[in-house]
């Protein structure tokens, strides 16, 4: 069991899962911001912001989800 805390809704999860992400960019942004749904035994979060990754011009649902894999583990504590 691992512990994550998300500072911005002073709040701590056990073990979350992504349930949804959305990816959010304008048309020329270097960058696409990345936000997700968490859930932890019906406990959810939602549109917990984590992060930015490159926009590029062929990004896939792929990339956007193992990014956001990525980014939640930096909320471990």
């Not at 512990?3 to 056990?14: D, G, H, Q, T």
Request: hydrophobic share 45%; net charge negative.
């Amino acid at each position: 069991m691992a512990k994550y805390k998300f500072p911005n809704f002073n709040a701590e999860l056990i073990d979350p899962i992504i349930e949804t992400v959305k990816p959010s960019y304008v048309l020329g942004d270097e960058t696409v911001k990345i936000s997700a749904t968490l859930n932890a035994n019906e406990n959810k979060l939602f549109w917990v912001y984590l992060g930015e990754m490159e926009n590029t011009d062929d990004w896939t649902d792929v990339e956007v989800m193992d990014f956001a894999l990525q980014q939640l583990e930096t909320f471990k504590v």
